[in-house]
RNA sequence: GGUCCCAUAGCUCAGCUGGAUAGAGCAACAGAUUUCUAAUCUGUCGGUCUCAGGUUCGAAUCCUGAUGGGAUCACCA
């Protein structure tokens, strides 16, 4: 459209001899009610006019229309000028640039980027929150490197702690020697269970302590169980041997069943950090600080910095004994990933309740004079909640992931059998498309909604199959995959169409907009804008094919227009569901 | 209490740096298949964009305040 702003520009400066900036002309759509595809707002011209609305909207169009070739008719209506542009110009969008191999690729923008997420605990299966964690965190990698990034994806795995310690524990005194082998149960649900088992053990001391006379302060300080696990923290500080083997036999099974739901999911990493290696780091970082004065010591030589100029507080940033605080391992980890891959920007998938860490973070690390700290961004999403509220692990009311997809799948095989769409489908073949059909329900509905905003999810209300679903955009895919089979489509036959339909171009139309939502996407770090927009392409392409026959299409060369069209429609709707981390299906 | 985020149809959500009569899906109702997959399409119903001020030719969008909801303010991670 770059085209237009350039003509207004040339139309506003011959008109009313006034030089205006590209940047502030401003096109829009043009509404379905109207005649156009781009309207221009004329109020902001009525100055240089000193004219009325239309007025100026007419002088302009008139401009247009006589010194520009693509644009074959306009409109006024009150302070909107309505561009309608020639049919020509969009089949030359459509063959010479959506149909190229090379449409919607974006050229390497020689930057690299560092997307970390998914980062679990050890000590417990991955949630639902878990889960919108993790889709975003791989469609914003794919989205990136689609914009032209070179993407490094990685994993910071929280395996130690006094958390990890708890389920440790438990597993020691309660387990009898459990396997995943010898329960059946997957690795990481194994480990959750003895984290569930301790935290029940903890409280029911709690409870006695109290009965006993103590304040609830003291009895959770007191509890043997508590002060056992703190005991075995230690224990592994110092690398006990008996500590250490437990920890990594039971960090691998918790990582056999990670990886598990990963592949289920669909994701995967290039890099793994684990806090193992990483909590001790940071250290030199403070002493950094202190020596460039940004850091204070206090009487009991514990280590600060002073945030009140910048509207936060004094934060620690080291213990008065010298060990780390959690900011002191993550300044050490942003330095340590920088040194490994020298990003030119680093994001942090991470739930919208660590806003202020990231914010104190980031500060520190400018206030530091790290060159590459303006590189660092907070994706902060919001919680995901069912309509009971938060989800609790404690408390048992949380949606595991590996149930919730294995509902999804049965769900999935449920409408696909009802439907009666696998018949002459080989039993591998309906489970993959379950498969499929259920992951992109799922996916897409996480996907969809703005990634900061929270999100409501009701187990009790199976995620839909139709409507704004991702299930529905499958469909529109296979449907066309279908037809083109059906026809023989040739993707190599050359055609030019002289006439277009409007739902005939505004299917174009639709086509031409995905390099910029991609651009968009990435700029704003939102899956929900591919989302959004491939569901709007795939409406357009659905009413295109009520509208319009393509098999009984009125001549051959109409015939293979539409099949050229509905082909550029699959592929782009299969590359923004790819953005996205879904797959779409051959037939469905 | 301080700070930050959110508030659009009964429900779930779009609405780009301010622009036309605020849009989808679900739910409800009425239709469409002798023809390419009806997980589709068409139509009807549904709104004081939480409220009150302000800026502007023009505000769901920007500013201020209020109300309601959430998060955070740990020598936890």
Same mark, same amino acid.
């Given at each position: 459209m770059n085209f237009i702003i350039e003509a207004v520009v040339r139309a506003i400066k011959e008109l009313y001899q006034t030089d205006i900036a590209a940047k502030d002309v401003n096109l829009q759509e043009t509404r379905k009610?109207?005649?156009?595809?781009v309207t221009l707002v004329t109020f902001p011209y009525t100055k240089l006019s000193r004219k009325g609305p239309e007025q100026t909207g007419t002088e302009i169009g008139e401009y247009l229309k006589a010194n520009?070739?693509?644009?074959?008719a306009y409109n006024v209506i009150k302070g909107f000028l309505n561009i309608s542009i020639a049919n020509s110009y969009w089949l030359g969008q459509l063959n010479?640039?959506?149909?190229?191999?090379?449409?919607?690729?974006i050229p390497s923008n020689g930057k690299r980027v560092m997307v970390e997420y998914s980062?679990?605990?050890?000590n417990k299966p991955l949630h639902l929150g878990h889960v919108r964690n993790n889709l975003l965190g791989f469609s914003l990698a794919q989205i990136l490197t689609a914009a032209g990034y070179d993407v490094v994806k990685a994993n910071l795995v929280n395996d130690r702690g006094i958390h990890i310690c708890k389920s440790m524990l438990a597993w020691r005194e309660f387990?009898?020697?459990?396997?995943p082998e010898s329960s059946g149960l997957k690795g990481d649900h194994l480990a959750g269970k003895y984290y569930v088992w301790f935290d029940k053990a903890y409280k029911q001391q709690i409870t006695e302590l109290i009965e006993e006379g103590q304040t609830e302060e003291e009895a959770k300080k007191n509890a043997p169980l508590i002060k056992e696990a703190q005991r075995m923290l230690q224990q592994w500080e110092a690398g006990d041997s008996e500590v250490m083997n437990l920890w990594n036999t039971m960090n691998g099974w918790v990582y056999e069943g990670f990886d598990a739901t990963y592949k289920t999911m669909g994701v995967s990493f290039d890099k793994y950090y684990y806090e193992s290696n990483t909590?001790?780091?940071?250290k030199d970082i403070v002493e950094e600080g202190l020596e460039k004065g940004v850091f204070f010591k206090k009487e009991d030589s514990s280590v600060w910095i002073d945030l009140t100029e910048d509207g936060l507080d004094q934060k620690l940033?080291?213990?008065?004994?010298g060990t780390s605080v959690y900011i002191t391992q993550d300044l050490g980890t942003a330095q340590l990933k920088y040194d490994d891959y020298q990003m030119d920007e680093s994001i942090y998938v991470v739930g919208n309740e660590q806003d202020y860490h990231f914010k104190v973070l980031f500060l520190i690390l400018q206030k530091l004079g790290k060159?590459?700290?303006?590189?660092l961004y907070h994706l902060s999403y919001g919680m995901v909640d069912l309509p009971s509220g938060k989800m609790k692990s404690r408390e048992g009311t949380v949606v595991d992931a590996d149930d919730l997809m294995s509902d999804m799948f049965e769900t999935a095989k449920q409408q696909t059998e009802a439907a009666g769409k @696998? &018949?002459?489908? +080989?039993e591998d073949e309906k489970d993959k498309l379950y498969h499929t059909i259920g992951m992109g329900a799922l996916k897409y509905f996480l996907l969809k909604?703005?990634?900061?905003k929270r999100l409501l999810f009701d187990p009790?209300?199976? @995620? &839909?199959?139709? +409507?704004?679903t991702g299930p529905f955009i499958q469909y529109t895919h296979a449907r066309i995959k279908s037809v083109l089979s059906r026809a023989g489509y040739n993707a190599a036959a050359t055609h030019t169409q002289a006439e277009l339909d409007a739902i005939e171009r505004d299917l174009i139309v639709w086509l031409t907009k995905f390099p910029d939502t991609i651009t968009e996407a990435a700029t704003s770090h939102s899956p929900a804008i591919i989302a959004n927009y491939v569901y709007e392409l795939a409406k357009t392409y659905n009413k295109f094919y009520h509208e319009k026959s393509i098999m009984q299409a009125e001549s051959e060369s109409l015939k293979q227009f539409r099949l050229m069209l509905s082909a550029a429609s699959a592929k782009v709707i299969s590359k923004a569901m790819n953005l996205l981390g879904i797959e779409v299906p051959e037939r469905m």
């Open positions: 009610e109207f005649e156009g595809q520009v070739g693509e644009i074959a010479n640039n959506i149909l190229r191999d090379d449409f919607a690729v980062s679990p605990n050890t387990g009898n020697g459990e396997t909590y001790l780091l940071g940033v080291l213990r008065a004994d060159s590459w700290a303006q590189g @696998v &018949d002459g489908f +080989g909604v703005d990634p900061k009790n209300e199976s @995620v &839909d199959f139709q +409507g704004h």
